[in-house]
């Protein structure tokens, strides 16, 4: 076991020098770290502005699939004003997917668009939903046995 004395430590510690900084240095490291705040704030801004342009590209591409299938403007509307109240994309409710967020915001838009046209028929909603017609009829149950 090596000991060490506590002279040389002492000795060691008188020895160092503490280097002063002149003021104009100091400024100098400020101006250099408020530089780079700037630069990391504008990266942060860009990234974000990114992001938004990409949630906003999705959604078109959500709503444009939806257009494809047939489905007219004003059940785009109510598929909207569905899936933005759930917070999920419209091209969300178009995939295949069975998130439960996903699922219960389907079967809303579903049941909102034919109880605003009752005479739709689901073949066709099945159609507009790339789903089968009684996968539409047991969407709309289950909404109804929800609500």
Not at 58 to 78: H, K, V
Not at 87 to 108: N, T, V, Y
Request: aromatic share 6%; net charge positive.
């Amino acid at each position: 076991m090596q000991m060490m004395h506590s002279a040389n430590t002492e000795r060691s510690i008188r020895e160092r020098k503490i280097q002063v900084l002149s003021e104009e240095h100091g400024q100098r490291i400020m101006q250099q770290n408020l530089a780079w705040a700037n630069d990391i704030a504008n990266i942060v801004n860009a990234r974000e502005q990114l992001r938004i342009t990409a949630i906003e590209q999705q959604r078109a591409d959500g709503l444009r699939q939806f257009r494809r299938q047939g489905m007219p403007d004003w059940a785009l509307a109510i598929l909207t004003e569905v899936s933005d109240g759930h917070g999920i994309c419209p091209s969300e409710l178009a995939s295949r997917g069975r998130f439960q967020k996903i699922i219960k915001a389907r079967r809303a838009a579903v049941y909102l668009i034919k109880a605003a046209k009752p005479a739709l028929s689901c073949p066709l909603l099945g159609k507009w939903f790339n789903m089968d017609h009684t996968s539409i009829m047991h969407l709309i149950a289950c909404y109804q046995a929800e609500h």
